[in-house]
């Protein structure tokens, strides 16, 4: 166990079962062949825990569970708005445990607790969110086919044809480390809401807070079998994606990762939800203000370390405007503070994160991301890109404590279009600048990478920025004279990616549509009415 007493407290947390077996079948388990694997805290690099390792033979259990929980039927033969009912109370448990879950979610990604209380919180509500949707689905159950008119838009009067939304069966959920509860929760409530049986895989880099979602199902009467949780690293996420069992694949993570999952799905055409990366642009015309925009800017690329799908990690500046903006950008930079403690991080006061600004640094979630990170900087420096501030490692007086995976936070100026820092999702405090002159500049820049996931358009000009938000190719624009909701997600509102950054939508009654499959029966002879009468008779 390591000194601080911080971590100390978590580790106390992580003695509890359920982040120490797997679950399967409504039971915690070991793992088949017995063997563990280490967390470690980004913030000092000491050992935090050591997770059971499910292997391809463990997936093979949980799948066989979900599979006997699927054919037995008593789940899918539910009302949603009955699944509903006992998925609000895992969703309850989140919020009646929300300090242990956010202590621990600091300490597994290094997230300020301030921010990892928030985003716990986030989690909670969107879980009753989806809970809210278990009637409107119901709703949909049986209605009568209209097309909406045309002509021959309404089937024949002779024959009585409905549609229903039917759950899609057994299916995986691979998730992500830098929310891990609320990318995880995202496709629990829905998949099992919508009447499916599934099985989690968290990620291997941080994912203790999502087993506690197996003691949260088990609280809350879940049927044994309907939801597994296998920890483990990317070869139990290959087995989930190949099992031929699995019907359905949802997926938050890397571009790359997520080719291969539809890779794996392709030959037995299953299907695939991808939520992938991103390398969101923020636009500022030079009519913005400038404390706004530095703001903007901070924000968009440090929230989380840099580490969020959609980090504003490009910036597009008006050439009239990048002198004083990058000005004050590195003054302000160059006096964050470092947090050397994520998981007693509670407030500096002078700047909060829920108003918009990104007052701490925090450390990058694990040894191979910090290496990952620096490679790029090493081959930008290599390549004469030009470092308007940050670049390194802070050593450890300026941190506060030693060992953690701290980089500081880093401008790129003058980028090439074609550079990698400009291309690729680097995945860390890392902001790379071009400049524009016109409108069509500003769109051509934003919209130059494969990714599409979110971007941003500044301007004080409403028009200007509706025109410039309209033609940039991302899943969730934001346009703003001040950066308000900058990140911000509402779980009524479907994001998703153009390009690389993903296939299909998530949230909103889009987001539930996404776990089911849309269905026709054509009653003919007898009618539905027929038939429910009979049934009740
Ligand atoms: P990753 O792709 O490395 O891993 C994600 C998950 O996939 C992990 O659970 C991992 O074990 C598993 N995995 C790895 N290889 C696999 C394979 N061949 N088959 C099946 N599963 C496999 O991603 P990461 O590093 O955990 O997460 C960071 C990435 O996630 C970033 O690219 C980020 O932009 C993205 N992300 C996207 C969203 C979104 O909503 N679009 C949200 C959060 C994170």
């Given at each position: 166990m390591s000194n601080m007493k911080s971590l100390k407290k978590v580790q106390t947390y992580l003695l509890a079962e359920c982040f120490n077996k797997l679950f399967i079948g409504g039971q915690f388990v070991d793992p088949?062949?017995?063997?563990?694997?280490?967390t470690y805290y980004p913030a000092t690099g000491e050992l935090l825990h050591e997770l059971p390792k499910?292997?391809?033979?463990?997936?093979?259990?949980?799948?066989?569970?979900?599979?006997?929980?699927?054919?037995?039927?008593?789940?899918?033969?539910?009302?949603?708005?009955?699944?509903?009912?006992?998925?609000?109370?895992?969703?309850?448990?989140?919020?009646?445990?929300?300090?242990?879950?956010?202590?621990?979610?600091?300490?597994?990604?290094?997230?300020?607790?301030r921010q990892a209380a928030m985003v716990m919180g986030g989690a909670a509500g969107e879980g009753k969110y989806w809970c809210s949707l278990g009637k409107a689905l119901d709703a949909e159950q049986d209605l009568p086919v209209n097309s909406g008119g045309g002509e021959g838009g309404v089937p024949p009067e002779e024959w009585d044809v409905v549609y229903r939304r039917d759950p899609i069966g057994v299916i995986g959920l691979i998730s992500a480390w830098n929310y891990p509860m609320n990318v995880a929760f995202r496709k629990v409530a829905p998949a099992l809401v919508a009447g499916n049986c599934?099985?989690?895989k968290p990620s291997e880099i941080a994912g203790l807070t999502c087993m506690f979602i197996g003691k949260l199902a088990k609280d809350a009467g879940i049927p044994p079998g309907v939801l597994n949780i296998v920890t483990g690293d990317r070869d139990a996420g290959a087995a989930l994606a190949n099992s031929p069992s699995i019907s359905m694949i949802s997926f938050t993570g890397s571009s790359l990762t997520g080719s291969k999952i539809m890779e794996a799905c392709a030959p037995k055409l299953s299907q695939v939800a991808l939520e992938l990366g991103g390398k969101s642009a923020l636009v500022i015309f030079d009519d913005t203000d400038l404390d706004k925009?530095?703001?903007?800017?901070?924000?968009?690329?440090?929230?989380?370390?840099?580490?969020?799908?959609?980090?504003?990690t490009r910036l597009v500046v008006q050439d009239s405007f990048k002198a004083p903006l990058l000005n004050k950008l590195k003054e302000e930079l160059e006096k964050l503070p470092f947090c050397n403690d994520p998981i007693t991080e509670k407030d500096r006061g002078d700047r909060a994160w829920e108003d918009g600004m990104t007052d701490v640094v925090q450390p990058?979630?694990?040894?191979?991301?910090?290496?990952?990170?620096?490679?790029?900087?090493?081959?930008a420096?290599?390549?004469?890109?030009?470092?308007?501030?940050?670049g390194n490692v802070p050593d450890a007086k300026t941190v506060g404590n030693a060992g953690g995976y701290f980089i500081q936070p880093t401008v790129l100026v003058n980028v090439e279009r074609d550079a990698d820092v400009w291309q690729k999702e680097v995945f860390g405090p890392v902001l790379s600048v071009r400049t524009f002159s016109t409108e069509q500049e500003a769109v051509l820049e934003a919209n130059s990478t494969a990714f599409g996931l979110a971007s941003t358009v500044m301007?004080?000009?409403?028009?200007?920025?509706?025109?410039?938000?309209?033609?940039?190719?991302?899943?969730?624009?934001?346009?703003?004279?001040?950066?308000?909701?900058?990140?911000?997600?509402?779980?009524?509102?479907?994001?998703?990616?153009?390009?690389?950054?993903?296939?299909?939508?998530?949230?909103?009654?889009?987001?539930?549509?996404?776990?089911?499959?849309?269905?026709?029966?054509?009653y003919t002879g007898f009618t539905l009415k027929d038939a429910k009468m009979k049934r009740t008779s």
């Amino acid at each position: 166990m390591s000194n601080m007493k911080s971590l100390k407290k978590v580790q106390t947390y992580l003695l509890a079962e359920c982040f120490n077996k797997l679950f399967i079948g409504g039971q915690f388990v070991d793992p088949i062949d017995g063997e563990k694997f280490p967390t470690y805290y980004p913030a000092t690099g000491e050992l935090l825990h050591e997770l059971p390792k499910g292997k391809a033979n463990d997936v093979e259990e949980a799948v066989a569970s979900a599979e006997n929980a699927w054919t037995e039927g008593t789940w899918a033969g539910m009302s949603a708005a009955d699944r509903a009912e006992i998925v609000f109370k895992m969703a309850q448990g989140i919020e009646d445990n929300l300090e242990m879950l956010a202590e621990i979610e600091a300490a597994d990604v290094g997230k300020p607790y301030r921010q990892a209380a928030m985003v716990m919180g986030g989690a909670a509500g969107e879980g009753k969110y989806w809970c809210s949707l278990g009637k409107a689905l119901d709703a949909e159950q049986d209605l009568p086919v209209n097309s909406g008119g045309g002509e021959g838009g309404v089937p024949p009067e002779e024959w009585d044809v409905v549609y229903r939304r039917d759950p899609i069966g057994v299916i995986g959920l691979i998730s992500a480390w830098n929310y891990p509860m609320n990318v995880a929760f995202r496709k629990v409530a829905p998949a099992l809401v919508a009447g499916n049986c599934a099985i989690l895989k968290p990620s291997e880099i941080a994912g203790l807070t999502c087993m506690f979602i197996g003691k949260l199902a088990k609280d809350a009467g879940i049927p044994p079998g309907v939801l597994n949780i296998v920890t483990g690293d990317r070869d139990a996420g290959a087995a989930l994606a190949n099992s031929p069992s699995i019907s359905m694949i949802s997926f938050t993570g890397s571009s790359l990762t997520g080719s291969k999952i539809m890779e794996a799905c392709a030959p037995k055409l299953s299907q695939v939800a991808l939520e992938l990366g991103g390398k969101s642009a923020l636009v500022i015309f030079d009519d913005t203000d400038l404390d706004k925009a530095v703001e903007t800017t901070m924000k968009g690329f440090l929230t989380n370390g840099g580490q969020i799908c959609t980090a504003h990690t490009r910036l597009v500046v008006q050439d009239s405007f990048k002198a004083p903006l990058l000005n004050k950008l590195k003054e302000e930079l160059e006096k964050l503070p470092f947090c050397n403690d994520p998981i007693t991080e509670k407030d500096r006061g002078d700047r909060a994160w829920e108003d918009g600004m990104t007052d701490v640094v925090q450390p990058i979630v694990c040894e191979s991301q910090h290496k990952k990170v620096l490679r790029f900087l090493d081959e930008a420096k290599s390549a004469g890109v030009e470092f308007l501030t940050g670049g390194n490692v802070p050593d450890a007086k300026t941190v506060g404590n030693a060992g953690g995976y701290f980089i500081q936070p880093t401008v790129l100026v003058n980028v090439e279009r074609d550079a990698d820092v400009w291309q690729k999702e680097v995945f860390g405090p890392v902001l790379s600048v071009r400049t524009f002159s016109t409108e069509q500049e500003a769109v051509l820049e934003a919209n130059s990478t494969a990714f599409g996931l979110a971007s941003t358009v500044m301007s004080s000009d409403p028009a200007k920025a509706m025109r410039v938000a309209n033609r940039i190719r991302a899943g969730a624009v934001y346009a703003t004279s001040n950066g308000e909701g900058l990140l911000a997600e509402h779980p009524a509102v479907s994001r998703g990616g153009f390009g690389c950054s993903g296939v299909g939508r998530e949230l909103g009654i889009g987001g539930l549509h996404e776990y089911t499959e849309l269905k026709s029966i054509n009653y003919t002879g007898f009618t539905l009415k027929d038939a429910k009468m009979k049934r009740t008779s």
